[in-house]
């Protein structure tokens, strides 16, 4: 099987985001640019079925040039499918809004494509250097994105909030990444993994553990944890909603994925997770930070968009508990629970903020409480399935959410039945905070008066239809998980175990660290003078 037979989900998304650009040059200045989303929607698809027929089973690329920097298993399966799916609902969500919004520009379509291409090598990487290509590819399309809305201040606000916090975080990556290249003199996670499974637990991990805290920063960026949350709200409400349904669900999900494809493969040494700087703990903290702060928070904001802000920052707390949960224990193989949590979350995410977009039409950038108000009288199928996502977000049954908050609090526990009860406690406490200001949202729209200044949707087939569908899929998801919870278990294992047999058996012996090579370099020379 060839290479590029293998990589076509990467060439699908390529050469549809190109096409996109050339219909855009060739199409009348002012007609529609509807078209296109539909195209970009269908070129997410095709990418779709093409990673559920060749990623699903662990693959091997022959080239020398690419089989050492991308790795195609089920964990990458689960999460481009994912993001695949998440660009294609924002594609059709963008169908109508663009043009309510007089911001119908064809380079919305492309630079969402560039943004899930560089979303999906993100995580298929297991070289660092082709991990940040594939980060920046994803921000700078997102930063434009951002502040795609021309006319409007909060819009190009939002786009250069994201673009200096965002770079402050790409910072914070690299320099991480020079630290482990500095001890291991590799940029392979494998050669890295081998390198610290060798090492004596006697020596200093102080040079690689500042690396893993800075790349831990760098990422904690791209999934909103406190503190480095700051740029959320203010891009959420500021930005195009299609933008930030993309934002929301599929960015979270490939920097999760790669935390867990890079934390993972790296940690074959338990003497690493705790010496001398308690890498673990270190999770825990922003974990708990971003659960309170963002549940807090969220009580009292008064626009929807920013509520949903600081929901995802929450979110973003719990898949931390679980990563630190995981940390913990004795296995270095992630658990089935964070990428299932991973997957409600994306789904039920993507439901709510395509819910807004269809209901902010008509050029109307407030997203107020009061403007939702009386909307069930209004939009009675459209209140229900936004009541539907919140209930999922907020994790209450027989919805996604809870499956996905459930399963994760149960591994918690059997990780540490006594240490990570607390953390569980205070967890589940914070899940009835976040309980007040979802259904604050309901309470407006279904026991207030109509407002005069009230919401008017604009019902796209495109946009209500793949509302209908996500919805569909969250009843599923909550009632019936088994599929989803297989997928997950796959995936999980091939982000550990099949790592750790790679690290074992795979990996040539690692070159001197470079900087132990360049300090006997100066001892020899210093002999000769």
Known sequence: MSDFYLLSPLWIVTIGGLLILVLDILSKPRAS????????????????FAVLVQWTKDVSLSSPYVAPILKLDPFAAFFASLVLVSGA?????????????????GEFYVLLAFSALGAIVLFVATDLVTAFLGLEIMSLSLYCLAAMKKSSIFSTEAGMKYFVLGGVGSAFFLFGVAFLYGETGSLNIVEMARYFSLKDPAQSYLLPQIGLILVLCGVAFKVASVPFHMWTPDVYEGALTPSVTFMASAVKVSAFALMARFFFTVFQNTAFLSFPVPFPDTVLVLSILSMVVGNVLGIVQKSVKRILAYSSIAHAGYVLLGVYAVQKGESVSLNDAVPFYLLTYAVSSLGAFGIVAILQSKGVEDTSLERFAGLSKKHPFLSMLFLCFLLSLAGIPPFAGFMGKFYLFKEVLAKDTHGNLLWVIIAVLNSLVALFYYLRIAVYMYFKEPDEKGLCAIKTPAGVGSAVVLAMVVLWVGIAPGRFLNASASAAQNAGILVQKRVTEEVKPVKPPITRALLEEAKKHGREQ
């Open 89 to 105: 609902a924002s594609a059709l969500f963008a169908v109508g809004h663009l043009r309510e919004h007089a911001s119908e520009y």
């Open 33 to 48: 640019r509807d078209f296109l989303g539909y195209i970009l929607a269908v070129t997410f698809m095709l990418a779709f």
